[in-house]
């Protein structure tokens, strides 16, 4: 049976340039791109974090575990 696995990452510091860079390392992993929530400050407009969350199916967690071997 398919399985969907999930990963959480927290990002602190919410700019463009660490939001890529999580996205492009988690991606690279094999990783897809789910949904970002952001944490809002209420006495600013920006962001106080981030939660980036991926999907991958156990399926190809296997297939990878298989390859690496």
Do not use: C, H
Request: glycine content about 2%.
């Amino acid at each position: 049976m398919k399985k969907t696995l999930y990963k959480v990452v927290e990002v602190m510091t919410v700019t463009d340039e660490e939001l890529e860079k999580v996205l492009n390392v988690w991606v690279g992993k094999g990783w897809t791109l789910d949904t970002i929530q952001f944490a809002m400050r209420e006495s600013s407009k920006r962001p106080a974090m981030a939660f980036v969350i991926f999907t991958k199916s156990e399926e190809a967690e296997e297939q990878e575990r298989e390859e690496e071997e």
